[in-house]
């Protein structure tokens, strides 16, 4: 007797196979569609970091022939990869006393292999000892900002450069780590390509928490110092508003 049809399990390879057909096009469009693809700095005004960072406010000015500027080493090989625009000055006060500022600018801070780079690596490939301080607040005119503090040193050149830095992802500040990611995940899923800032200051002296003081004076006349449009993108946005 010939049974009316086959059963229903000698039929499954075929379902399954159908099945993950959908699901393989179907995790295929979502992936296309969390691609992010907007990019925000085309939108934003466009930077020149000589000009849109004065030379001159305040009680600082540029001292040309001024200590260098530690670079991250990949900066010069792979500018156009990683940084759309660097400048690096050193300023001096009244007192004579002098802070050395790193900006580092790039169009796609939306994931590690294009973000900007962390100067502890910077200076440790560059034979520096680099030891962490803490991650403190840097209070500016309307509000703080959480900055990474570090000394990085070398004996053999009596060298000790307390660093404070911070980086930027749009309009937020961040660090690098988990703080960073969470960031770049949020815009991700918003289709956005967000642009960013290294901002780093640093200085020279045995007196670590002078200088430090010092850091955050700077940077509190600087942010006053550039245009409203350009503040957010350096020093982010007071987020308790």
């Not at 300023?91 to 802070?99: I, P």
């Not at 680099?130 to 060298?159: C, D, G, M, N, W």
């Not at 110092?225 to 957010?232: D, M, N, T, V, Y």
């Amino acid at each position: 007797m010939a049974l009316a049809s086959e059963p229903s399990f000698k039929r499954w390879p075929a379902i399954i196979l159908v099945a993950a057909a959908i699901m393989a096009a179907g995790s295929h469009g979502l992936t296309q569609l969390l691609v992010p693809t907007r990019i925000m700095a085309d939108e934003l005004p466009a930077l020149d970091l000589e000009a849109n960072i004065p030379k001159q406010f305040g009680d600082w000015r540029v001292l040309e022939g001024g200590p260098k500027v530690v670079q991250d080493p990949t900066v010069e090989a792979t500018l156009a990869e990683f940084y759309s625009q660097t400048l690096g000055r050193s300023y001096v006060n009244s007192k004579g006393q002098l802070v050395m500022l790193s900006l580092a600018y790039g169009k796609n801070q939306n994931s590690f292999n294009t973000a900007a780079h962390r100067p502890e690596f910077c200076y440790a490939a560059q034979g520096f000892l680099i030891k962490k301080v803490a991650e403190t607040p840097f209070q500016l005119a309307s509000h703080s900002v959480i900055a990474s503090r570090l000394v990085a040193t070398r004996v053999e050149y009596r060298h000790n450069e307390p660093i404070s830095y911070w980086v930027t992802l749009d309009d937020t500040t961040a660090l690098p780590g988990i703080s960073r990611r969470i960031q770049q995940f949020k815009y991700g899923l918003q289709g956005k390509i967000v642009d960013g800032f290294l901002v780093r200051i640093s200085s020279l002296g045995a007196d670590n928490d002078e200088q430090f003081k010092l850091h955050e004076q700077f940077a509190r006349d600087l942010e006053q110092a550039i245009a409203p449009s350009l503040r957010p993108r350096l020093f982010g946005l007071d987020e308790s508003k």
